[in-house]
């Protein structure tokens, strides 16, 4: 998604697409013609033609940093929603705290929000998430959102453009996992003018030149 | 089926009982998007029918002993409200419904790329809200644009479409009384990109000959609906005004 100014052409499961180019994600080959899997955004770029769904759900990938939420507790895990199609179980090697067999009560408890990183995913779906690592830690406070994550991209914008900008307007402190979830703390007023541009950024993801207009956005102020 | 009508569904003039064409679809709209809290949604109107679906997942499959650790299961449930037809219809599944969740979610299966989704399951409620003959159909038709709708990959969008036999000739899209008092029903679900068909049924007697010609209507209508289909989808985008 470049600076042209125009918008991409939505397509559905199904459609031909009419593009010179290697079969990227979200498109599957059919007689030597490329199909969109998803209703989503056409997207080429280095010769691969993607389509970008505009819904659907997280797939966890390795390494990615996604916000979570504990949902169960067992004596030597913890199981965390992470919005994907399977729960992942927190390990108690996996934190900074040293947890005795069935204390993980005492550290993290049911409704408790992570900044937690993916360190496995098996061809199964099974998923593994750690704590261990610089930033990670339990989310207190703040609120969170949800959106689509296929279009958190976008809310990072180029090299976290989009969201430095929002962050240094709001004075907020920000985290968006990979997998949708949007953590915010700041001032009430902040927050708000925060869910607001995310809202924002996420009804026009499939257009051009969205940065200036969240930026004209959050200089307009707050009517 | 069976029943003899005490009139006469095709008048003199070819027409119908409510004044179509042999090969005429009944009036349709479509709507994605109804459904705030589930994945994905839409709303069929279809002549006089009333659905709505509703798609959940994919998600960790439970019962545990449902789930595939190869693929996703579909699980369509097909269910009539009990207002949605002249008698009170008793609330619950019954045969005929169960016997319709399955094939839905056969026919929903043959599209989506299950194997994507290890270990997990869609499911796809489908709810008739109001009956007019040709239900499976159209919930096929909403169910499709729901999980088209809740960033499900699939191969193609799935269109549901009936034809039948009614006074000696071969129409498409039955009503209900075309339905009650006709010689023969058949609902299939196609999939309009390739003229692959997920969906064949039949109720009553027919030919060969009115069979082919019944399924080449229903093939050639469900481009027509499938045009609606993609235009229902691209409409929840193009506006930007959004409530949330």
Same mark, same amino acid.
């Given at each position: 998604?470049?600076?042209?100014?125009?918008?991409?052409?939505?397509?559905?499961?199904?459609?031909?697409?009419?593009?010179?180019?290697?079969?990227?994600?979200?498109?599957?080959?059919?007689?030597?013609?490329?199909?969109?899997?998803?209703?989503?955004?056409?997207?080429?770029?280095?010769?691969?033609?993607?389509?970008?769904?505009?819904?659907?759900?997280?797939?966890? @990938? @390795?390494?990615?940093?996604?916000?979570?939420?504990?949902?169960? &507790?067992?004596?030597?895990?913890?199981?965390?929603?992470?919005?994907?199609?399977?729960?992942?179980?927190?390990?108690?090697?996996?934190?900074?705290?040293?947890?005795?067999?069935?204390?993980?009560?005492?550290?993290?408890?049911?409704?408790?929000?992570? &900044?937690?990183?993916?360190?496995?995913?098996?061809?199964?779906?099974?998923?593994?998430?750690?704590? @261990?690592?610089?930033?990670?830690?339990?989310?207190?406070?703040?609120?969170?959102?949800?959106?689509?994550?296929? @279009?958190?991209?976008?809310?990072?914008?180029?090299?976290?453009?989009?969201?430095?900008?929002?962050?240094?307007?709001?004075?907020?402190?920000?985290?968006?996992?990979?997998?949708?979830?949007?953590?915010?703390?700041?001032?009430?007023?902040?927050?708000?003018?925060?869910?607001?541009?995310?809202?924002?950024?996420?009804?026009?993801?499939?257009?051009?030149?969205?940065?200036?207009?969240?930026?004209?956005?959050?200089?307009?102020?707050?009517? | 089926?069976?029943?003899?009508?005490?009139?006469?569904?095709?008048?003199?003039?070819?027409?119908?009982?409510?004044?179509? +064409?042999?090969?005429?679809?009944?009036? +349709?709209?479509?709507?994605?998007?109804?459904?705030?809290?589930?994945?994905?949604?839409?709303?069929?109107?279809?002549?006089?029918?009333?659905?709505?679906?509703?798609?959940?997942?994919?998600?960790?499959?439970?019962?545990?002993?449902?789930?595939?650790?190869?693929?996703?299961?579909?699980?369509?449930?097909?269910?009539?409200?009990?207002?949605?037809?002249?008698?009170?219809?008793?609330?619950?599944?019954?045969?005929?419904?169960?016997?319709?969740?399955?094939?839905?979610?056969?026919?929903?299966?043959?599209?989506?790329?299950?194997?994507?989704?290890?270990?997990?399951?869609?499911?796809?409620?489908?709810?008739?809200?109001? *009956?007019? *003959?040709? !239900?499976?159909?159209?919930?096929? !038709?909403?169910?499709?644009?729901?999980?088209?709708?809740?960033?499900?990959?699939?191969?193609?969008?799935?269109?549901?479409?009936?034809?039948?036999?009614?006074?000696?000739?071969?129409?498409?899209?039955?009503?209900?009384?075309?339905?009650?008092?006709?010689?023969?029903?058949?609902?299939? *679900?196609? +999939?309009?990109?390739?003229?692959?068909?997920?969906?064949?049924?039949?109720?009553?007697?027919?030919?060969?000959?009115?069979? !082919?010609?019944?399924?080449?209507? *229903?093939?050639?209508?469900?481009?027509?609906?499938?045009?609606?289909?993609?235009?229902?989808?691209?409409?929840?985008?193009?506006?930007?005004?959004?409530?949330?």
């Amino acid at each position: 998604m470049d600076e042209e100014k125009k918008m991409r052409d939505i397509v559905v499961p199904g459609e031909e697409i009419d593009i010179e180019g290697k079969p990227g994600r979200g498109v599957f080959v059919e007689n030597g013609k490329l199909y969109s899997a998803y209703l989503g955004i056409v997207d080429t770029r280095m010769g691969y033609v993607n389509v970008i769904p505009l819904s659907g759900c997280y797939m966890p @990938k @390795k390494g990615d940093r996604v916000i979570g939420k504990i949902v169960d &507790l067992a004596p030597m895990n913890w199981v965390v929603d992470i919005n994907a199609p399977y729960y992942a179980p927190l390990h108690v090697n996996d934190v900074p705290w040293r947890v005795e067999f069935g204390d993980t009560g005492r550290f993290l408890s049911i409704g408790d929000v992570i &900044l937690a990183k993916v360190s496995n995913v098996n061809e199964m779906g099974q998923v593994w998430i750690t704590l @261990k690592e610089q930033g990670l830690r339990k989310l207190e406070g703040g609120h969170i959102i949800t959106i689509s994550p296929s @279009k958190v991209p976008r809310v990072i914008g180029k090299s976290g453009s989009m969201i430095q900008m929002l962050k240094d307007h709001t004075n907020c402190r920000i985290y968006v996992g990979q997998n949708g979830t949007i953590w915010i703390s700041g001032a009430p007023d902040g927050i708000i003018t925060v869910i607001k541009a995310i809202r924002m950024i996420e009804r026009e993801a499939h257009t051009y030149g969205l940065t200036d207009r969240v930026k004209e956005f959050l200089e307009r102020g707050d009517e | 089926m069976g029943m003899k009508a005490d009139f006469k569904l095709i008048d003199d003039n070819g027409l119908r009982i409510d004044g179509r +064409l042999p090969n005429q679809l009944r009036p +349709l709209r479509m709507e994605v998007g109804v459904v705030q809290r589930a994945n994905g949604s839409a709303f069929v109107e279809w002549g006089g029918n009333k659905i709505i679906a509703a798609v959940y997942g994919p998600r960790e499959a439970y019962p545990k002993h449902i789930q595939d650790p190869n693929r996703a299961v579909i699980r369509a449930r097909y269910n009539m409200a009990a207002f949605s037809v002249d008698e009170r219809k008793r609330p619950g599944p019954d045969r005929r419904s169960v016997e319709l969740s399955k094939v839905i979610s056969e026919a929903l299966t043959s599209v989506v790329f299950v194997e994507r989704f290890p270990r997990t399951s869609i499911d796809v409620y489908i709810e008739v809200l109001q *009956a007019d *003959a040709g !239900t499976r159909v159209a919930g096929i !038709t909403a169910a499709s644009l729901a999980l088209a709708d809740a960033g499900i990959p699939m191969r193609d969008i799935i269109v549901g479409c009936a034809a039948g036999k009614v006074d000696g000739v071969v129409v498409l899209d039955l009503n209900k009384e075309e339905d009650n008092y006709g010689e023969a029903d058949v609902p299939m *679900a196609i +999939l309009p990109r390739t003229g692959e068909i997920a969906l064949l049924q039949m109720d009553g007697n027919m030919t060969y000959e009115e069979l !082919t010609n019944a399924m080449d209507m *229903a093939i050639d209508a469900a481009k027509e609906i499938h045009e609606l289909q993609v235009k229902a989808l691209k409409e929840k985008y193009r506006g930007d005004e959004h409530d949330y």
